[in-house]
């Protein structure tokens, strides 16, 4: 693609890797067959392309965001099967980044609009005003029909019915210290608590450490660490997402000098992505880029880690498992056949929904912030996920597990907790 930047706009070093992202994209066209929110609407500016074009535009001619940019850029997922697809490279997850950012600065968002994110940005990535947020939701899920009706309170429904019912006790997993391997050690790892995910299912990592203690792994919770940044980079809150990132590169780094790390485990495969990133997102700052590669080299999802264990082969169990891989987990991570081998590994009989590529419509606040598209890529999924007639539905994300699990009545678990399960854990408590 043919660009026209000024010299004196690329010495900004995000403009010139803009320009550069740019220039690859060959209007081919085929990340438009892939792209969830053009299959799903039609419209040409709803596909990566689209957006392409008015990204450019607006970066070239330096002006603010408007409503039209707005509008299609919000819609994006974010869900990088655009990625996945296209033949030329172009690097669409940080050229969108770089135009949410500049949305943020530029564009004065309808007054309902902008106390959502705000409301979102304050609560989300914070577990204990999140826990409290769930429970005043139960209160509220009566009025969820009522507040649908008005456009600008759709948001606030998708809250309302997203909400569970009841909350999980939080457990001790989740509190700072270490967790000393059972078996003989074989190494020392730290493990993501983060925010959403430890409110709405801290079973998730109770099961993971349980199952690295097992196999000789030492693993820490370390002290200071929360929400990897992701909710909010995705909302073009730049500022705030690096802080979030420097603060977990601190605490991760230092528990790396004093104790020794083998890998940082994320179970969330969304912070995975985020993580694996800070090393870009950081680049430009002198005092925290090695330290953010650091980190970012360190950061493995749990099923990345896990297939290098060579875990035993189980005889083979009459369960039946449809693996739904999330967007961040094949598009943003590229882990496709790590977590299908570990449950085949582990016994069970591993089916896969047909158009796997599709997101199912959570994408972090993205079921909240533009619901109607949502529900109908949850639909999809679901529908495509029933067809397997599996008995048991695993993923390796706490978004998708929330998204699929209101549409289903097919339990969905993460993958890690039918592996815990497998090797020696309990029994989940959504299988009994």
Request: some cysteine; aromatic content about 4%.
């Amino acid at each position: 693609m043919q660009t026209n930047f000024s010299p004196a706009q690329l010495e900004d070093p995000k403009v010139a890797e803009a320009e550069s992202i740019l220039r690859k994209c060959v209007h081919c066209g085929f990340c438009t067959a892939t792209c969830p929110t053009y299959v799903t609407l039609g419209n040409e500016l709803d596909s990566p392309r689209g957006r392409i074009y008015l990204i450019k535009d607006m970066l070239e001619n330096d002006r603010p965001a408007d409503r039209e940019v707005v509008t299609h850029i919000d819609r994006c997922l974010s869900c990088l099967s655009c990625t996945t697809t296209c033949p030329s490279g172009v690097d669409y997850m940080h050229l969108v980044d770089h135009a949410r950012a500049h949305i943020e600065k530029t564009y004065q968002r309808p007054l309902m609009n902008r106390l959502t994110r705000q409301a979102l940005a304050m609560v989300l990535p914070y577990p204990g005003r999140f826990r409290l947020a769930l429970g005043l939701a139960r209160l509220g899920r009566p009025f969820a029909a009522l507040l649908a009706r008005v456009e600008a309170l759709k948001p606030f429904a998708a809250m309302l019915r997203l909400a569970p019912a009841k909350l999980p006790a939080r457990g001790a997993f989740g509190d700072p210290g270490e967790h000393h391997a059972t078996a003989p050690t074989s190494g020392r790892v730290a493990i993501l608590t983060g925010c959403a995910q430890s409110v709405l299912d801290p079973a998730i990592n109770a099961a993971t450490i349980r199952l690295l203690n097992r196999f000789g792994i030492s693993v820490v919770v370390p002290h200071g660490e929360g929400c990897c940044g992701s909710l909010v980079h995705h909302m073009g809150r730049e500022e705030q997402a690096l802080d979030e990132a420097r603060r977990n590169v601190d605490v991760w780094c230092r528990e790396a000098d004093q104790g020794g790390l083998d890998a940082i485990i994320i179970t969330a495969s969304g912070c995975g992505t985020t993580i694996k990133d800070y090393g870009h997102m950081l680049a430009h700052d002198p005092a925290y880029a090695g330290k953010a590669a650091r980190v970012s080299a360190l950061a493995k999802d749990v099923t990345e880690f896990l297939v290098t264990m060579d875990l035993p082969e189980l005889p083979a169990r009459a369960i039946t498992v449809a693996y739904h891989s999330a967007c961040s987990m094949q598009h943003g991570q590229k882990l496709t056949v790590q977590p299908k081998a570990l449950l085949k590994r582990a016994g069970f009989a591993v089916r896969e929904p047909s158009e796997g590529h599709l997101c199912c419509g959570s994408a972090g606040t993205y079921n909240i912030m533009q619901p109607d598209i949502s529900a109908k890529l949850k639909a999809r999924k679901v529908k495509n996920i029933e067809a397997t007639k599996a008995d048991v539905i695993a993923t390796g994300n706490i978004g998708c597990i929330t998204q699929i699990g209101t549409g289903t009545d097919i339990p969905i678990l993460h993958t890690a907790e039918l592996l815990d399960w497998a090797y020696g854990g309990d029994k989940p408590a959504a299988l009994h």
